[in-house]
């Protein structure tokens, strides 16, 4: 879109990008709002609304010599449409002349608004929509103000119809601008939405089976220009001019999804301020104005009454809630000057947390093992090498680009990445799924290649003849680690690495590797000095004191319950968990809606959230805590200021250098803009006020930098008898996941296995099974299906009650317990 | 000197305009705005629905709503939605009215009583059950069980204009 034509909107020039839609370019260009219902900037145009039309025209030019045709007083001759046309399903061209404001848009306007709102219910009082509606807002601008339709000819319909649990459908409200089963369509790629019936008596339908199955249901409230959907989670929690918006990151997955916590005083939370609703805020480099249902309605573990609110310290073998002053001196008096520490951080830890855990690790021993959990996964070094370049954006990607991803069910993963992977995928880059199983991306795979688990490097290593590689102009790998160990990802990592040097797809923007991370920050805890090769180190031998923070080693994971041998814990948590349970000291930390920090998400893009809600009971934030315990023991300065941390970190950490909390919260105008607001195509919160982050360059990016080889042993695993390969969903009973509300509750669902029917043998599916491995008998529903390798049994993690494994496993027994019910 | 007597003896003889407060009560007008009360349907429900608009109207923000679900197990205004927490700050009100006019239900409405007066600043704020009316006689009040589908429009239906 380099190349620039004029255009005149109202009499006006303006320099604007060829081919761009004319409505986003009036918007962001002329500061024009066309009004506009169906349109949304990240969907095709269908033009069903009518609200957009404007007269449109063209300057005539002699057709042999290609002058201007100028009338009698020197102007140029516009030859324009004999009819309104509707400036959402034109692109601009050079010499295209637009007006806006004639009589005859206007009436057009009004008429549209009036036809509208014949049916529609006057119910805005008590909308949710209502105070950022669309439709409110054009009624105030273009509507007519008064109708000439009967009162009484007003259709009525179901007003309260579940879509599914998470969404309500106001069946009245609809006003038909299909932007929630195109975007189901279009962008999801679950087409679960339908239209029903014609004319008066069309209605959206569900057409899927639980109703309105998809990971990404919550963004259809966003795009809806009226009330017609609305979410079960905010559902008249407040009014949208009550709330106060707070930008703040995900803190599930490693997308760095960009959100605002929609926040206000609660009389049942204690008078605190909580967050009422989790919306979008628009980056159009990370998630563009999409986030996930885990996203959006998983923020009800920071006020779960299950929260701790005050320091617990042992006493024999029970737990006593103490004062801070104590719990502090007695860990201070346990600490014995060079023992061996170990220290486990949590995905959901900043990189402030993570540089003071580190101080105050190394504070008592230099020699002090930095460890990440989950241990699943490796290689943050070789992501600061060869990571995706400075820039990249998925949005920019399209013919030419080839997108590889390689052992992650991205879609559970990694939500946004899977959809905007899709969408990629849409405009013409070549997708590549490599995987042992089946996943929802192979439909949109230009190419799915299988190897058996174990093999996944030598099949990454064939890709450096596929077609798919050699003619790609611009290369992304996106590995994750499913049935794999930490060694044997270390070698995948390796072996995409060696990949992309070898055909030069490093250190440039749409280029490079990406790791989809088992959580929010754990690229942050790799640059910090973590890593999770000290983990396996650590299961291995478990040093004399621990400190974990957020985390729950004991209760997810079943590698990690030797742990629990360490002579002192300290155990940093936001609620009391099997690991808490072996602690000798617990200490009440914040979670991400109270304090501020940063993280990194896998593209390296370091970004600010800030505190959102009142603080529960006497928690502090991890930082604090591992300062003032740091401070206990040798005196040694605190900051005030999570800002000063950060600021040490940037001192410290080469990647980070130069980077400020006032960098990251820079933000520039994005085209689209989407989050103005004045809500102008959405009618929510997209507005980023937060900051976009700033994105650290590769090493691979320096100038003149040689990436150095990256060698591969090839080795392939195989494995004998039934093995459990522990895969990665979407919603699970994970450390902070686990607190959510009733509605994520019925979500997550109970434990299940998918196995082979060729396995299956006398399993019949729907039964509940027990799968003993390791002595350990793990209770689940049985699903039998292709989608599960044959001799391989797909084991979601932290599903079921005991802690699972988080590495390929060998089955002992798989026996039924109880038969299908009905059966 | 008599002139001034004389003014004497006929004040003295005339009707007294100071009242003997607070056994008596001077009438107020009509259009007096004083303590704000909720007011009820014929049927008991309530008419307020939750919407917040007098709060957002408040020019003191006196006002504080929460807002629920009905049901119609349990109900407690026409519609899908009513305050669950329905408070006014009377030290913060100002009187001025605004709330009765952006009231799209005719809820709340400014009415005589003008009594008011507090020890401490906790008592100042009048919660729902001290600002909402009895039901009608011989109506139960809220919540009410109610025929399914009986009352799903939360505001009074209009009609076209005369």
């Not at chain 1, 042999?64 to 692109?91: H, M, Y």
């Not at chain 1, 250190?507 to 396996?536: C, H, I, K, M, Y």
């Not at chain 1, 410290?652 to 990251?664: H, K, N, Q, S, V």
């Not at chain 2, 429900?45 to 929460?66: F, Q, R």
Request: proline residues 5%; glycine residues 8%; contains cysteine.
């Amino acid at each position: 879109m380099s190349e620039l034509v004029t255009i005149y909107i109202d009499g006006q020039p303006y320099e604007v990008p060829k081919g761009a839609n004319l409505v986003d370019v009036a918007k962001f260009y002329a500061d024009n709002g066309i009004p506009v219902f169906c349109y949304h900037p990240k969907m095709e145009p269908v033009g069903m609304c009518r609200m957009c039309l404007v007269e449109l025209g063209t300057i005539m030019r002699d057709r042999d010599s290609g002058e201007v045709i100028t009338g009698e007083n020197g102007e140029p001759q516009v030859r324009w449409f004999p009819k309104l046309q509707t400036a959402c399903t034109t692109t601009v061209t050079d010499g295209m002349v637009v007006r806006t404001n004639t009589d005859a848009v206007i009436e057009a306007r009004d008429d549209m608004i009036e036809f509208l709102l014949t049916s529609h219910p006057l119910d805005c009082p008590i909308c949710d929509k209502g105070g950022e509606c669309p439709l409110q807002n054009l009624t105030m601008a273009h509507g007519p103000g008064r109708s000439v339709f009967y009162w009484e000819d007003k259709v009525r319909l179901a007003k309260h119809v579940p879509l599914g649990e998470l969404i309500y459908l106001d069946r009245e409200r609809c006003i038909q601008c299909a932007r929630c089963t195109r975007f189901q369509d279009e962008i999801v790629g679950d087409d679960v939405l339908a239209f029903h019936e014609r004319g008066r008596e069309l209605q959206i339908i569900t057409v899927s089976d639980p109703p309105f199955d998809t990971y990404f249901s919550g963004n259809t409230t966003d795009i809806c220009p009226v009330g017609a959907l609305t979410t079960a989670d905010f559902r008249f929690e407040a009014r949208p001019w009550e709330l106060k918006d707070i930008a703040s990151l995900d803190v599930y997955g490693p997308e760095g999804a960009n959100i605002s916590l929609s926040t206000r005083l609660d009389r049942d939370a204690g008078g605190i301020v909580i967050i009422k609703r989790v919306m979008p805020r628009q980056n159009e480099a990370v998630n563009e104005i999409w986030i996930s249902d885990k996203t959006r309605f998983g923020h009800h573990h920071t006020r779960a009454a299950e929260r701790l609110t005050k320091p617990k310290v042992r006493v024999g073998d029970r737990l006593v809630e103490a004062e801070w002053d104590h719990a502090l001196e007695v860990i201070r008096k346990h600490i014995k000057p060079n023992v061996s520490v170990g220290a486990i951080a949590g995905p959901t830890l900043s990189n402030e947390d993570l540089w003071e855990l580190r101080k105050l690790a190394q504070a008592v021993n230099a020699g002090a093992k930095l460890s990440i959990y989950p241990a699943t996964m490796t290689g943050g070094d070789i992501i600061a090498q060869v990571g995706v370049g400075v820039g990249t954006n998925f949005k920019d990607m399209g013919s030419g680009t080839t997108i590889v991803v390689v052992a992650s069910d991205i879609e559970e993963e990694a939500p946004i990445w899977y959809l905007r992977t899709k969408v990629a995928g849409d405009r013409g880059a070549k997708i590549l799924v490599l995987n042992a199983r089946e996943t929802r991306l192979d439909h949109y795979a230009a190419d799915s290649i299988r190897y058996d688990y174990g093999a996944a490097v030598s099949a990454v290593n064939d890709l450096a003849k596929h077609e798919a590689v050699t003619n790609a102009e611009n290369l992304v790998l996106i590995c994750g680690a499913e049935g794999m160990t930490l060694e044997q990802h270390g070698e995948l990592m390796n072996a995409c690495a060696n990949l992309l040097v070898s055909t030069g797809h490093v250190g440039r923007p749409n280029n490079g590797l990406l790791a989809v991370w088992e959580g929010a920050n754990v690229q942050g805890a790799f640059d910090v000095g973590f890593s999770t090769e000290a983990t396996a180190e650590m299961m291995a031998k478990v040093p004399d004191l621990l400190f974990i923070a957020g985390c729950d080693p004991i209760g997810e994971s079943a590698e990690a319950a030797g742990l629990s041998k360490a002579k002192f814990i300290v155990v940093n948590s936001l609620f009391d968990t099997p690991t808490t349970a072996v602690a000798d000291v617990v200490l009440p930390s914040q979670s991400f809606a109270e304090r501020d920090g940063t993280f990194t998400s896998g593209e390296r893009r370091v970004q600010r959230f800030y505190p959102a809600q009142g603080v529960i009971g006497q928690s502090q934030t991890d930082w604090r805590i591992f300062a003032s315990i740091r401070n206990g023991l040798n005196g040694s300065a605190v900051q005030r200021l999570t800002a000063g941390v950060f600021k040490e970190l940037a001192g410290e950490i080469a990647a980070y250098e130069g980077l400020t909390y006032p960098a990251l919260a820079v933000v520039e105008r994005q085209f689209p803009d989407v989050g103005g607001d004045d809500l102008y195509y959405g009618g929510t919160a997209y507005q980023n006020n937060g900051g976009l982050g700033v994105q650290y360059p590769a090493t691979s990016e320096a100038e003149g930098a040689k990436p150095s080889k990256f060698a591969t042993k090839g080795k392939k695993t195989s494995y004998k008898g039934l093995t459990a390969i522990p895969v990665n969903r979407l919603y699970d009973r994970g450390y902070l996941f686990k607190y959510s509300d009733e509605l994520m509750q019925q979500r997550i669902g109970e434990p299940f296995v998918v196995i082979n029917p060729a396995d299956a043998a006398n399993i019949a599916g729907g039964s509940r099974v027990g799968v003993t491995i390791d002595g350990v008998q793990y209770e689940a529903l049985a699903v039998v299906s292709e989608d599960a390798p044959k001799g391989f049994v797909l084991m979601p993690k932290r599903l079921t009650s005991q802690p699972g494994p988080f590495a390929p496993a060998a089955i002992e027994t798989i026996e039924v317990i109880a038969e299908p019910v009905g059966a | 000197m008599f002139s001034g007597f004389w003014m004497t003896i006929k004040h003295a003889f005339m009707d007294r305009p100071t009242i003997s407060y607070p056994e008596e009560r001077r009438p107020v007008h009509e259009r007096f705005k004083g303590r704000h009360a909720l007011k009820r349907y014929d049927n008991g429900l309530e008419k307020c629905i939750g919407c917040s608009l007098c709060a957002a109207a408040c020019p003191a923000d006196a006002i504080w709503v929460e807002a629920a679900e009905n049901t119609d197990d349990e109900r407690y205004s026409p519609g899908e939605r009513y305050a669950k927490t329905y408070e006014i700050n009377m030290l913060r009100c100002i009187f001025c009215g605004y709330c009765e006019d952006a009231c799209p239900t005719e809820a709340i409405v400014l009415e005589h009583e003008y009594q008011l007066s507090f020890t401490n600043r906790r008592d100042a704020i009048y919660t729902k059950d001290m600002l909402i009316d009895n039901p009608p006689e011989g109506r139960e009040g809220t919540p009410q069980t109610v025929e399914p589908g009986a009352f799903d429009r939360s505001i009074p239906d209009m009609e076209n204009p005369k």
